[in-house]
């Protein structure tokens, strides 16, 4: 079974896999988070839903398309453009772009820090007081230039940060690199 991905109307999309969600909420219940609003979430909420939940973390996802809220009804949505939601009624904001070419989730269609659209620096422009984590590609710990864009990247963030790869899979496999850091407005 391949964990990454899911269904929804005849087309195969990206998906976060159950292990690195799970991870992701144990990281922020460490942090303290209580509310996350889950950015660009797709079809993930379903499953990042049950892992925060099971630490006794609310989480509302956001999406600007429509067909994810319609896949999952009963979970809390705020619809439209990541950037344009309401972010104060959370202590932590994920912003979890798409990552590869047409959401495939596949590591052929992995995009570069600088290919990824919502973009990192724009969701680091958006005023906030609170957690944000921001999901970059398994790669940018890869090639030079991954590592090159990931630290110019890193240059941009005010203060203290964490780097945490998150990975699934009995040989570890990196499937998401997560940065944490908090922000005043």
Known sequence: M????????EVETASTDPRCAL?????????????????CVGPSLRVLERAYASLGIHVVGNDI?????EYYPRGEWIHGHAFEADWSPFDTVVFAPPLSR?????????LRVDEVYPS????MAVPFVGLRCMVLPARSLSTSLDRTE???LLSLIPGHYDVVPLTAGD???RKYVDVY?????
């Open 102 to 110: 047409g959401c495939s989730g596949t590591r052929e269609d992995s």
């Open 171 to 173: 040989r570890g496999i």
């Open 181 to 185: 850091y908090r922000s005043a407005a």
């Open 23 to 39: 991870q992701r909420a144990e990281n922020l219940a460490i942090l303290g988070t209580r509310s996350v609003l889950e950015l």
């Open 65 to 69: 398309d429509r067909r994810w809220i």
């Open 150 to 152: 990931f630290n110019r």
């Open 2 to 9: 391949i964990w990454n991905t899911t269904t929804v109307a």
């Open 120 to 123: 990192y620096e724009e969701f």
